[in-house]
Nanobody
């Protein structure tokens, strides 16, 4: 079965840290990019970060640069999103998704109209940051 599954969400105080995991199965992980997205209540989905599993190139939204770090463990078919210095505005449901066009995914992460390159989406994991 082809799927990506998120885990690691939870409740944390402002300034704290969480590490999200995106475990992939059923497809050739090395050929894909994995993106992290988030959606807060009443807001549009935002592209947060992305990594190409083949060459390690990355993208970060301005809102998370310097605080979040994306990494890939190809042996485990898993991508991690380390989130530090969390703020209440980081509260959202976080989704991961896999794109079979890794370079396009990296280059166009900022453009929601390009997200149709993502083939598989997870169900999401809730991150809540209290003030």
């Amino acid at each position: 079965e082809v799927q990506v599954v998120e885990s690691g969400g939870g409740l944390v105080q402002a300034g704290g840290s969480l590490r999200l995991s995106c475990a992939a199965s059923g497809f050739t992980f090395d050929d894909y990019a994995i993106g992290w997205f988030r959606q807060a209540p009443g807001k549009e989905r935002e592209g947060v970060s992305c990594i190409s599993s083949s060459d390690g190139s990355t993208y970060y939204a301005d809102s998370v640069k310097g605080r979040f770090t994306i990494s890939s463990d190809n042996a485990r078919n898993t991508v991690y999103l380390q989130m530090n210095s969390l703020k209440p505005e980081d509260t959202a449901v976080y989704y991961c998704a896999a794109s079979s066009y890794p370079q396009i995914a990296i280059a166009t992460m900022i453009d929601p109209e390009s997200w149709d390159t993502y083939d598989f989406w997870g169900q999401g994991t809730q991150v809540t940051v209290s003030s």
